[in-house]
């Protein structure tokens, strides 16, 4: 539900998250908004900016701040091409994305930020401007330097957020946790399962449209993606799927799945 703008208070717009020094496990809807360089930054200086006894915060503002640290330049050094494109952003993409998601609340009209939710406190972590691969993914950094042929590319926090924008793969992932300790996963016992989960039905009593159509996303999108990234060890021939460098960290974000261990 998109918030109001008369002024009022939209209950809905309450995101309860207590703050952490810890990263925060997050929805597919959260890890799609935090995806984003700009949209980060968007929120890190709103974080810093945003007064609460103030009626509300200029857009212009806001634009100015977000292209002196993208073009690296000071306010006063910022050139008439570099503001535009951070104010037309703003006002096009991302300020309506921020408030259709209850983190914001703006005014078209005048430009300006309303209300900002306080409870952005939980991406304190993930908005930080000095927050290191180690930090975001432990223990990599340490595995990847015993073996240097590996050759393995980093996994940028943008990366890492994409693949858990959509819950298919959220699942998947949890699903793949929580019976780690079976020495690999089974593609159809993985598929039977999702469409399960997805379906709200016990497992096995699905349609075979149903199950057909997941083992099809599974196999040809979701897997390839997470192997690609050195999330997943997936053979596609066998059908059979195993952690990679990358798994346990990322797991670390996901939020608690029940019902997803045999």
């Not at 539900?1 to 703008?5: L, W």
């Not at 609460?52 to 977000?66: F, G, K």
């Not at 000071?74 to 993409?93: H, M, N």
């Not at 050759?151 to 940028?156: F, S, V």
């Given at each position: ?5 008369d002024?009022e ?12 020094d810890?990263?925060p ?45 993208e ?30 998601s ?15 939710n ?9 908005i930080?401007?000095n ?14 330097t ?18 858990l ?25 993985l ?18 449209d ?25 053979d ?6 195993r ?20």
């Open positions: 539900m998109t918030p109001s703008r002024g208070s939209d209950s809905n717009l309450k995101i309860i998250a207590p703050s952490s810890t990263l496990e997050l929805t597919p809807e959260e890890a799609n908004l935090l995806n984003n360089t700009r949209r980060r930054r968007i929120l890190k200086i709103l974080s810093n900016e945003f007064e609460e006894d103030e009626n509300a915060y200029p857009v212009s503002d806001l634009a100015e701040i977000l292209a002196s640290w073009n690296n330049k000071g306010l006063d050094e910022i050139e008439r091409q570099e503001y535009k494109r951070a104010y037309v952003s703003l006002k096009q993409t991302h300020l309506p994305f921020l408030e259709n209850g983190h914001v609340k703006y005014c078209d009209n005048n430009m300006q930020v309303l209300e900002l306080k409870n952005i406190s939980k991406y304190d972590k993930i930080s401007d927050i290191s691969e180690e930090e975001l993914f432990p223990g990599v950094a340490e595995i990847r015993k073996d240097k042929e590996w050759g393995t590319p980093e996994l940028t926090l943008n990366e890492g957020l994409s693949l924008g959509n819950e298919r793969r959220q699942f998947t992932l949890q699903y793949l946790e929580n019976n780690i300790d079976q020495p690999y996963c089974d593609l159809s016992r598929t039977d399962y999702v469409v399960a989960w997805e379906e709200e039905i016990e497992v096995g009593s699905h349609f075979s149903d199950r057909q159509s997941a083992y099809a996303g599974l196999r040809q999108f979701h897997l390839p993606k997470l192997h690609e990234k050195n999330i997943i060890d997936f596609k021939r066998r059908g059979t799927i952690e990679d460098i990358y798994f346990e960290p990322l797991t670390n974000l996901l939020p608690d799945y029940s019902s997803v261990k045999e």
